[in-house]
């Protein structure tokens, strides 16, 4: 069975301060991860994705996140937030060995990002 | 530009009613979904088709119906067996099974209210 766990309801962060948005994740063999982001009213938009090679990866609007394939993780970095970062954040996984291309989705994170 | 359209963007339905969410995709991808969003509880499956004239139940198909009769289009039904309708609906689109690494690009949602 495929899972993810976003550990966080809600995340504040001050303007100019790095911000982290944790996410853990559970497959069977080896998996897809990824980042989405969400504003208001919106549909989901992607950020980035690990598939393999470079443990540190990195996406749009400055975001990066990191695979920790030993501690399961798959943590969203930023070095300095805007508040225009404010939004709600879903990490979400796929196992490479099912058929299917559907993605298992975090309950999601609330950012907030204060002036 | 190519996307995913979703209409209407809001709707009113009153309990027995069966409603219609639209879904159109100009990306060429093979692969459709429907999720639903409840606050707090991140997306849920409901359907999905990998390919025209098929498709299979996710998590919480009971009460809803689709059909795939184009590549371009996944409408999705919620009948008046769906208990609890009123939620946000998204849906998505990607490559085939098999065929890139499985990231989805969603609409711009459908927010269902039931009177």
């Known amino acids: 069975a495929q899972s993810v766990a976003q550990p966080e309801d809600q995340v504040n962060v001050a303007e100019g301060n790095p911000l982290t948005v944790k996410c853990t994740y559970s497959v069977s063999g080896n998996p897809y991860l990824f980042w989405y982001v969400q504003y208001p009213n919106r549909g989901l938009q992607f950020l980035l994705k690990?598939?393999?090679?470079?443990?540190l990866v990195k996406g749009s609007y400055g975001f990066e996140a990191e695979f920790n394939k030993s501690q399961t993780s798959f943590h969203l970095k930023k070095p300095s937030a805007l508040v225009s970062d404010s939004a709600l954040y879903f990490c979400?996984?796929?196992?490479?060995?099912?058929?299917?291309?559907?993605?298992?989705f975090g309950t999601g994170t609330r950012l907030t990002v204060i002036p | 530009d190519g996307g995913i359209t979703q209409s209407p963007k809001y709707l009113f339905r009153k309990e027995g009613q069966n409603v219609t969410l639209s879904c159109e995709q100009n990306?060429?991808?093979?692969?459709m979904y429907w999720y639903r969003q409840d606050p707090g509880q991140g997306l849920r499956l409901i359907y999905y088709s990998q390919i025209v004239n098929d498709f299979q139940k996710g998590d919480i198909a009971e009460g809803y119906s689709v059909s795939r009769e184009k590549k371009e289009s996944f409408p999705l039904t919620v009948t008046s067996a769906q208990k609890n309708p009123t939620a946000f609906y998204l849906c998505a689109s990607s490559l085939g099974t098999g065929s890139g690494t499985g990231e989805l690009f969603f609409g711009e949602g459908s927010r269902l209210t039931v009177l």
């Open positions: 979400a996984v796929r196992d490479k060995q099912t058929g299917a291309n559907n993605l298992f």
């Open positions: 990306l060429n991808h093979d692969a």
């Open positions: 690990y598939i393999t090679g470079d443990n």
